[in-house]
């Protein structure tokens, strides 16, 4: 293959790069969807938490919002996917969202060692 210049000869001195983000979940949120429905229908939760800023739950979050109080923690350090918010007094209401940030993972870490398990270098 030969690749050509913007004044369309040959390069010989090209570059190639490739960049994959391959983000494949094995239907990691529909399982979450489907444990948060069947426990609102059932009336076996009284409150949800849902740890994920899927936005492919949004749907069933909505449905759950209208059920019980849903809150939703963000953990990753990206925005904020927009589709996961609301108000806080829409269907039953006493929704709350929160991301969690780098001081939330520090100070919440279990001691070391914690019993015959020693924390990484670096954590």
Not at 9 to 34: P, Q, W, Y
Not at 56 to 84: E, Q, S, W
Request: glycine fraction near 10%; include cysteine; hydrophobic fraction near 35%.
């Amino acid at each position: 293959m030969k690749i050509k210049s913007g004044a369309m000869l040959d390069d010989h001195d090209a570059i190639f790069m490739v960049s994959i983000a391959d983000r494949e979940e094995k239907g990691s949120d529909v399982n979450v969807a489907t444990h948060l429905l069947t426990g609102v229908c059932e009336q076996k939760i009284d409150a949800a938490v849902v740890i994920s800023n899927d936005s492919d739950l949004a749907l069933p979050i909505r449905h759950a919002r209208a059920r019980v109080p849903v809150g939703t923690v963000h953990p990753g350090t990206n925005y904020p996917a927009g589709a996961l918010s609301g108000r806080p007094d829409e269907g039953v209401g006493g929704h709350w969202w929160r991301q969690l940030a780098k001081p939330d993972y520090l100070t919440h870490q279990l001691p070391d060692p914690a019993g015959s398990y020693r924390r990484p270098a670096g954590w």
